[in-house]
């Protein structure tokens, strides 16, 4: 697939409690930086939504990864 022009996105993925826990500490050992918002909101912080966790970060390509725990309903 040729990315050229697929320009940036937000991709959100579900995930269980224990790969929340792996994902958030390589982040944390990474050094990537991570907000509790999808605007750059609260850098260094974690969201607690709807009684789950939720993480937002930039992929190298400019695109935000979303991580949560619960479904957005």
């Given at each position: 697939?040729?990315a ?10 579900l995930a269980g409690?224990a790969?929340?826990d792996?994902?958030?500490a ?5 050094g990537?930086t ?12 974690i969201s ?15 695109h935000?990864?979303?991580i949560?725990?619960r479904r957005?309903?």
């Amino acid at each position: 697939m040729d990315a050229e022009g697929f320009g940036c996105h937000h991709c959100v993925f579900l995930a269980g409690e224990a790969d929340f826990d792996a994902v958030f500490a390589r982040l944390r050992s990474t050094g990537i930086t991570y907000y509790a918002g999808p605007h750059h909101e609260r850098p260094g912080e974690i969201s607690y939504l709807r009684g789950g966790r939720c993480v937002y970060f930039d992929d190298p390509d400019g695109h935000t990864i979303e991580i949560i725990t619960r479904r957005r309903e």
